[in-house]
T-cell receptor, first 117, second 109 residues
């Protein structure tokens, strides 16, 4: 079974703090994604990465950065947390398109619920 | 722009059939996915359509019409455990996924 883990289920931080959210997958997937999920807005893509040290901006990258130093680990960084970054953060991974598992391409972690005070 | 629409909420009775619709306008199309998400949990994969037509998987079926930018998820023989949010997502160019807002389904006894 694919396993995607996230470092924390719940996190409370103060405005202005630097926040690190870690995600690890154990299936040797090339692609990894960070989303935030807010009521009525669905999942919105923040950043994704298709290889080590590679990153691409998603729909809402402002206020965030990412790091992918190793294939299995994708970190989301909030440089200076703000109250509007209070949200559920979901990490996902997937293999490259065209492989046998392409029909089940995204596997999600359990999510981190972040509250910024 | 990219846009995916789904009804916000639906209610159905245990044992019934329910159809959840999804319309999309995206940059590129590499496939459409449906996910189930129970409250407080991660989304889990339900189905994938890349060609027009119906894909059946047990009690769940998903339909796609690429020319109309339309899909639906059909749930048969509803059970209480089917109460969840159902997310429609389109994979566009560059393996970029766009998600709809989700449909919260409540199954009543």
């Amino acid at each position: 079974d694919v396993k995607v883990t996230q470092s924390s289920r719940y996190l409370v931080k103060r405005t202005g703090e630097k926040v690190f959210l870690e995600c690890v997958q154990d299936m040797d997937h090339e692609n990894m994604f960070w989303y935030r999920q807010d009521p009525g807005l669905g999942l919105r893509l923040i950043y994704f990465s298709y290889d080590v040290k590679m990153k691409e901006k998603g729909d809402i990258p402002e206020g965030y950065s990412v790091s992918r130093e190793k294939k299995e680990r994708f970190s989301l960084i909030l440089e200076s947390a703000s109250t509007n970054q209070t949200s559920m953060y979901l990490c996902a991974s997937s293999p490259l398109l065209g492989l046998a598992g392409a029909k089940e391409t995204q596997y999600f972690g359990p999510g981190t619920r972040l509250l910024v005070l | 722009g990219q846009n995916i629409d789904q009804p916000t909420e639906m209610t159905a009775t245990e044992g019934a059939i329910v159809q959840i619709n999804c319309t999309y306008q995206t940059s590129g199309f590499n496939g459409l996915f449906w996910y189930q998400q129970h409250a407080g949990e991660a989304p889990t994969f339900l189905s994938y359509n890349v060609l027009d037509g119906l894909e059946e998987k047990g009690r769940f079926s998903s339909f796609l019409s690429r020319s109309k930018g339309y899909s639906y998820l059909l749930l048969k023989e509803l059970q209480m455990k089917d109460s969840a949010s159902y997310l429609c997502a389109v994979e566009g160019y560059g393996q970029n996924f766009v998600f709809g807002p989700g449909t919260r389904l409540s199954v009543l006894p």
